[in-house]
């Protein structure tokens, strides 16, 4: 269920296998442009990270050259869940494996902020910190390990991101 004082955000790393300009990572590259048309047409979609000029987040690489971040926002977990497990984003989840190293953390983390103002990439980078060092909670947590939102938090006034920081906690 959705709670308009709320969003949840959701962001991941992943470590490549190659450059992303390399020809075994086509697979993958190909269809970046397609599954961002795809989330930006969801459902339950709010917000996610694009580079400055850029038509998507790859260029940034706040734990280094090779690791990609996805950052977006959505207005509930079912929403999320949808896109990921219910659209063709299906079929690159699937063939992760050719694209990106296995991570033996952490590579996932959800929360949720007050509607009005979209946390930072280093914000992100310490939720998924908080999420590795003590598992699911409230504050950082997975699709596997969901938490409603919090019912404490005041109404928003207007939703205003706070803008990409490329040097979050690794």
């Not at 190659?18 to 993958?28: K, Q, R, T």
């Not at 509607?115 to 998924?128: F, H, W």
């Not at 504050?139 to 006034?157: G, H, K, Q, V």
């Amino acid at each position: 269920m959705s709670d308009p004082r709320h969003h949840l955000a959701q962001f991941n790393v992943g470590r490549l296998t190659a450059p992303l300009d390399d020809p075994s990572m086509e697979g993958f590259s190909s269809q970046i442009d397609a599954v961002n048309q795809l989330a930006e047409h969801a459902p339950g979609f709010v917000w996610r990270l694009v580079e400055e000029g850029k038509e998507d987040a790859t260029g940034l690489r706040p734990f280094g050259d090779s690791y990609l971040v996805n950052y977006s926002v959505w207005e509930d977990v079912e929403s999320l869940w949808n896109f990921t497990y219910r659209t063709d984003h299906l079929a690159l989840l699937r063939g992760r494996r050719q694209w990106f190293e296995r991570m033996d953390t952490a590579h996932l983390v959800l929360w949720w902020f007050p509607s009005d103002n979209i946390p930072s990439v280093e914000e992100a980078g310490r939720r998924l910190d908080l999420l590795r060092e003590h598992g699911p909670t409230p504050e950082a947590f997975t699709l596997r390990t969901p938490f409603p939102p919090p019912s404490d938090l005041p109404r928003p006034t207007s939703v205003q991101p706070s803008g990409a920081s490329t040097s979050p906690n690794p």
